[in-house]
């Protein structure tokens, strides 16, 4: 017996991205075309099940979509206004694909749409993590703290003015691409991060999203190889990824940096993080994700030399803190001052930062709750702490928070 929903799954999780964007590149409707997606997926799950697994899913599921498509078209009455959309569907339905790779990549055009002008910048990251990677409205709503109706609505909007504006999917021309290109690398990281969360164990069914983000990086990357942010991000999401079996013990304990086995770390995500770092050095355009990217650089040179050059580390976050002053960055760079230049100094240095934003913080806490633990102000650290528990997500950090306490 054939694992049909097995494969129709394993398909939807690695190709969703891909066939959406090939599908509504034509009809530049992007709700259309994920109902005609979910449709095929829905239809596959019927049929393989008695007809076989087809050697080719994803052409399987993308010819079906595609005759979906025609058939929404033409039971619009509005057919006229179709005509040029319905001409390149009905002649690519006509025969079916031969395998996946005989249709283009438009994975960057589509993240590009998503980064329009016309859409709220607020729906930009929540609109390519749906279209792109698939993520449903309440996944989203979590990560950006709002009801799953809402998120859901606002993306509804979205997508409705995607086709209403009639916005090319394409690269944007030179004059447009900086503004829309910071979206999305923004969006890029977004994914990643909420990938490296699901990965330490808050949501399993979405372990894969951050070995997607770095494959979207990827694409983007060699769409626009002379974009050197675009470089950046890939290391900095490289270098991070390098250590992703080295954050927790074999029996799901949280290992923080300063405490994990370098031999654990992957030479070969290093390497290439190296590698592209270096490449986007070259084009002498420096920016924010390059500068993270080369903070976690001095990070893996403990693979080599056993020791972390925690001055080289304060520079590169005063230059990116004098780029961009977010909160992450901020209290980073205390942190990164409390080691190289003593606990005193990184806590004046996180006592610059404004209280009422870094209220629901949870880095803010722990790192405030560590250098006053260390200080010997034990009162303060318990309620710095107890702040910091209170904000973890992750049970495995929260759990290492708690024993810090004690």
């Known amino acids: 017996m054939n694992d049909a929903p097995g494969t129709v799954e394993v398909v939807a999780r690695s190709s969703y991205g891909r066939l959406l964007a090939y599908l509504c590149s034509a009809t530049r409707d992007v709700a259309s075309a994920e109902d005609a997606l979910g449709e095929a997926l829905v239809s596959a799950l019927a049929s393989w099940p008695s007809d076989g697994i087809p050697k080719q899913p994803e052409a399987w599921l993308l010819t079906a979509a595609?005759?979906?498509?025609?058939?929404?078209?033409?039971?619009?009455?509005?057919?006229?206004?179709?005509?040029?959309?319905?001409?390149?569907?009905?002649?690519?339905?006509?025969?079916?694909?031969?395998?996946?790779?005989?249709f283009p990549d438009r994975r960057a055009e589509l993240l590009f749409v998503c980064a329009h002008p016309v859409i709220d910048p607020a729906?930009?990251?929540?609109?390519?993590?749906?279209?792109?990677?698939?993520?449903?409205?309440?996944?989203?709503?979590?990560?950006?703290?709002?009801?799953?109706?809402?998120?859901?609505?606002?993306?509804?909007?979205?997508?409705?003015?995607?086709?209403?504006?009639?916005?090319?999917?394409?690269i944007p021309p030179p004059h447009e691409l900086a503004p829309r290109l910071e979206a999305v690398l923004e969006a890029i990281y977004a994914a990643y991060g909420i990938g490296s969360d699901e990965v330490a164990g808050?949501?399993?069914?979405?372990?894969?999203l951050a070995g997607e983000a770095i494959w979207l990086a990827r694409v983007v990357q060699q769409r626009m190889p002379d974009?050197?942010?675009?470089?950046?991000?890939?290391?900095?999401?490289?270098?991070c990824d390098a250590r992703r079996a080295?954050?927790?013990?074999?029996?799901?304990?949280?290992?923080?940096?300063?405490?994990?086995?370098?031999?654990?770390?992957?030479?070969?995500?290093?390497?290439?993080?190296?590698?592209?770092?270096?490449?986007?050095?070259?084009?002498?355009?420096?920016?924010?994700?390059?500068?993270?990217?080369?903070?976690?650089s001095v990070h893996s040179e403990r693979v080599?030399?056993?020791?972390?050059?925690?001055?080289?580390?304060?520079?590169?976050?005063?230059h990116l803190v004098a780029l961009a002053p977010t909160l992450g960055a901020r209290v980073a760079q205390a942190a990164a001052v409390a080691v190289a230049q003593g606990l005193t100094n990184g806590l004046a240095l996180l006592d610059t930062i404004d209280l009422a934003a870094a209220a629901t913080y949870q880095p803010y806490w722990a790192v405030r709750a560590h250098l006053l633990r260390n200080l010997g102000r034990t009162a303060d650290a318990a309620e710095a702490y107890d702040r910091a528990i209170g904000l973890a997500v992750d049970p495995a950090t929260r759990q290492f928070l708690l024993a810090e306490r004690g």
């Open 246 to 296: 080295a954050r927790r013990t074999p029996d799901g304990r949280y290992v923080p940096l300063s405490e994990q086995d370098p031999a654990a770390w992957s030479m070969d995500a290093i390497r290439e993080a190296e590698a592209e770092l270096g490449a986007a050095a070259q084009m002498g355009r420096p920016g924010r994700f390059q500068l993270e990217a080369a903070i976690q």
């Open 202 to 208: 808050v949501d399993p069914r979405r372990e894969d």
């Open 123 to 170: 729906l930009h990251t929540p609109l390519m993590l749906q279209t792109v990677l698939g993520l449903d409205a309440a996944r989203i709503a979590q990560a950006f703290l709002v009801p799953p109706a809402t998120m859901g609505q606002r993306l509804v909007r979205a997508k409705r003015k995607i086709r209403a504006a009639g916005i090319p999917f394409e």
């Open 227 to 239: 974009e050197p942010e675009v470089r950046g991000l890939l290391a900095l999401m490289l270098f």
């Open 66 to 102: 595609r005759h979906r498509l025609v058939d929404q078209a033409r039971r619009r009455r509005v057919r006229e206004q179709h005509q040029e959309s319905l001409r390149t569907l009905a002649a690519g339905s006509a025969a079916p694909v031969s395998n996946s790779d005989a």
């Open 304 to 318: 080599q030399g056993g020791r972390t050059d925690w001055a080289a580390i304060v520079v590169f976050y005063e």
